[in-house]
């Protein structure tokens, strides 16, 4: 069994070939090779990192996760990732872009700690993953390979038992919420069905509104109807399952782009920029020139100047 990230005397990999198939692997030492202090960025693709050596942390979506070997993490396209720096901390990674393979739960959990035959399972899928990749640069074959190697990794992982991690992604459940058994609303549809049928809506509608009514015209239901299914799955309103989806954007765009706030604000719905403090302040408790200039005053948050703020390729990101 091949693991990778094992002490190897100071030597450095090369990096890693432009990916075949929309796949590439690489290793956390090469993506860091060139950067002084680890920054947030805006991921444009899906990001697997299985820890392999050492101890540190790694934050997904302003969440840290305390890394040891097995730990696996999950990052999707559009969140925000800051990696561990930590010395000796290593880890496989694999990338890929949205549709290469068609197995993925976009409300899944990010964080699983592998042991036993899991361990050894996930660990022999990214090792054959990784060494194909490395083999074959081109060629139909080749490609409908890597994508079925993938597809059989994230199923691996889709049949792995949770251990707490967070589900969050946009305006999923918070961390440890599940819908009580048979719970069912008004119209006959399960709460956690309308939920999941929310979340959807507001993934593609928060920018532009934040009004419950509008919501609940689009999924065809009462306002009652999805503010009681939010309350089953998650404890909190449905009012404030759409607030939190607009408030982890704009600490996503503050954090990772230069947008100025108010650019920030209208991009997000708000024309005033007042308007969008007052909303920030309540949500995440500062103001947002408070929360970037935090980051700013912290070297390990140092956040990346981009030439294109909305753009979401990353300064450490292997594929070309």
């Not at 996930?122 to 054959?128: A, D, G, K, L, T």
């Not at 009462?222 to 089953?232: D, E, Y």
């Not at 408030?247 to 954090?255: D, E, I, S, W």
């Amino acid at each position: 069994m091949v693991r990778f990230g094992q002490p190897d005397g100071g030597t450095r990999s090369t990096a890693a070939p432009p990916g075949l198939a929309g796949i590439t692997t690489t290793t956390l030492r090469e993506i860091r090779s060139d950067e002084v202090y680890p920054a947030p960025v805006l991921l444009d693709r899906h990001m697997l990192t299985l820890v392999t050596v050492g101890h540190g942390s790694h934050d997904i979506d302003f969440e840290t996760h305390h890394c040891r070997p097995g730990t696996l993490l999950r990052a999707r396209p559009g969140q925000v990732v800051r990696l561990g720096d930590q010395p000796g901390l290593d880890a496989a990674v694999v990338y890929w872009r949205e549709g290469t393979v068609h197995v993925d739960d976009p409300y899944g959990p990010t964080r699983w700690q592998l042991a036993g035959e899991d361990e050894d399972a996930v660990i022999n899928e990214v090792s054959q993953l990784v060494v194909d990749c490395q083999r074959h640069r081109s060629g139909e074959r080749a490609a409908a390979l890597l994508r079925h190697q993938l597809t059989v990794l994230l199923l691996r992982i889709a049949l792995l038992p949770t251990d707490g991690g967070t589900g969050r992604t946009g305006a999923t459940p918070p961390t440890g919420t599940t819908p009580p058994t048979g719970t069912t609303v008004p119209d006959g549809a399960s709460a956690a069905g309308t939920f999941a049928r929310l979340c959807a809506e507001v993934e593609r509608s928060y920018a532009r509104t934040r009004r419950v009514e509008d919501y609940a015209r689009r999924l065809d239901c009462s306002v009652r109807t999805l503010t009681r299914a939010c309350l089953a799955v998650t404890g909190r309103s449905a009012k404030q399952i759409v607030d939190d989806r607009v408030a982890l954007q704009a600490r996503r765009l503050l954090a990772a782009t230069d947008l100025s706030i108010a650019d920030v604000g209208r991009g997000l719905g708000f024309p005033e920029p007042t308007n969008f403090g007052r909303f920030f302040q309540r949500e995440v408790g500062r103001s947002p020139g408070a929360f970037r200039a935090e980051l700013h005053r912290a070297p390990a948050l140092r956040v990346p100047r981009q030439r294109q703020p909305l753009a979401t390729a990353t300064r450490w990101d292997p594929v070309p």
